[in-house]
């Protein structure tokens, strides 16, 4: 992998990791239609630690949200009262959103890297992707805000996630379907859905960490994903920003309607 090729990919994860249009999804797709090969383990490990240049991205963007629901958690605990406070209830739901997708990823981690060397089928689940989307708009009231959430709310939000896991099914887009069905309005549902990716993405970063220690060519593949993190983190950062300004006056359509052009474009293509 070149430090070009690196910042693209980087450049890919950063926009698309937060829109919900299925970063896994585009990771597929760039290199198969730019006529990149790289190796198996490399292609998965890279995407998976290039997503922790969008975490620093949620960390810095929601720094103080993030760390008035540590402080209220952890003063929680040692209070010896865990749902007293708003920001320690918070904390709970984003753990309780974490459990569905990370059981599901650790029990199925095999079967679903499978689904990264197909892209047909990340064409086929970009439509599915452009379905979630609709049914939010369609099926979602839009009439409560976050401080409204409850655990039903973020379990619901939760088992939304673990479709995600598959490629071409964004996992902005399920979780913000998730939300919008509970009836959160659209900046309220974004907000919980970024804030629970904080979790998710330290997960499947240590994971990949883990395979990373694994590789033979681990001093040759440094270089391009320092690159990838840091082109991704900058661009996730933008992403963030740009998106709560969107999704406070406009509706996901623009977003469906790319899914399934590009879904439908794929499996012709294919």
């Given at each position: 992998?070149?430090?070009?090729?690196?910042?693209?990919?980087?450049?890919?994860?950063?926009?698309?990791?937060?829109?919900?249009?299925?970063?896994?999804?585009?990771?597929?797709?760039?290199?198969?239609?730019?006529?990149?090969?790289?190796?198996?383990?490399?292609?998965?490990?890279?995407?998976?630690?290039?997503?922790?240049?969008?975490?620093?991205?949620?960390?810095?963007?929601?720094?103080?949200?993030?760390?008035?629901?540590?402080?209220?958690?952890?003063?929680?605990?040692?209070?010896?009262?865990?749902?007293?406070?708003?920001?320690?209830?918070?904390?709970?739901?984003?753990?309780?959103?974490?459990?569905?997708?990370?059981?599901?990823?650790?029990?199925?981690?095999?079967?679903?890297?499978?689904?990264?060397?197909?892209?047909?089928?990340?064409?086929?689940?970009?439509?599915?992707?452009?379905?979630?989307?609709?049914?939010?708009?369609?099926?979602?009231?839009?009439?409560?805000?976050?401080?409204?959430?409850?655990?039903?709310?973020?379990?619901?939000?939760?088992?939304?996630?673990?479709?995600?896991?598959?490629p071409g099914l964004s996992r902005s887009g399920a979780t913000l379907a998730g939300g919008m069905t509970r009836h959160l309005d659209r900046p309220a549902a974004a907000r919980f859905s970024f804030l629970m990716s904080v979790p998710v993405m330290v997960g499947a970063?240590?994971?990949?960490?883990?395979?990373?220690?694994?590789?033979?060519?681990?001093?040759?593949?440094?270089?391009?994903?320092?690159?990838?993190?840091?082109?991704?983190?900058?661009?996730?950062?933008?992403?963030?920003?740009?998106?709560?300004?969107?999704?406070?006056?406009?509706?996901?359509?623009?977003?469906?309607?790319?899914?399934?052009?590009?879904?439908?474009?794929?499996?012709?293509?294919?």
């Amino acid at each position: 992998m070149t430090l070009l090729q690196a910042a693209v990919l980087g450049l890919v994860q950063g926009l698309t990791e937060f829109i919900p249009v299925s970063s896994s999804g585009h990771l597929v797709l760039v290199p198969h239609f730019l006529g990149w090969h790289f190796p198996e383990e490399h292609a998965f490990v890279f995407d998976v630690l290039v997503q922790m240049g969008t975490l620093v991205a949620v960390l810095v963007y929601f720094r103080q949200e993030l760390i008035a629901i540590t402080r209220a958690f952890l003063l929680g605990l040692v209070q010896r009262r865990p749902f007293a406070d708003a920001d320690a209830r918070m904390g709970w739901y984003l753990i309780l959103a974490t459990i569905p997708a990370a059981v599901v990823g650790l029990l199925c981690k095999h079967s679903i890297e499978k689904f990264f060397a197909d892209p047909k089928m990340t064409g086929v689940f970009l439509l599915g992707t452009a379905l979630l989307l609709l049914i939010a708009e369609k099926a979602g009231r839009r009439c409560r805000s976050i401080e409204q959430l409850n655990w039903q709310d973020s379990l619901w939000i939760g088992f939304s996630q673990v479709i995600a896991l598959l490629p071409g099914l964004s996992r902005s887009g399920a979780t913000l379907a998730g939300g919008m069905t509970r009836h959160l309005d659209r900046p309220a549902a974004a907000r919980f859905s970024f804030l629970m990716s904080v979790p998710v993405m330290v997960g499947a970063g240590v994971l990949a960490v883990k395979d990373l220690l694994a590789l033979h060519t681990i001093s040759e593949f440094l270089p391009p994903l320092l690159v990838g993190f840091l082109t991704a983190m900058i661009s996730g950062y933008i992403a963030i920003r740009w998106l709560i300004a969107y999704l406070s006056k406009h509706s996901l359509y623009l977003f469906a309607g790319y899914c399934a052009v590009l879904g439908l474009a794929v499996i012709l293509l294919m």
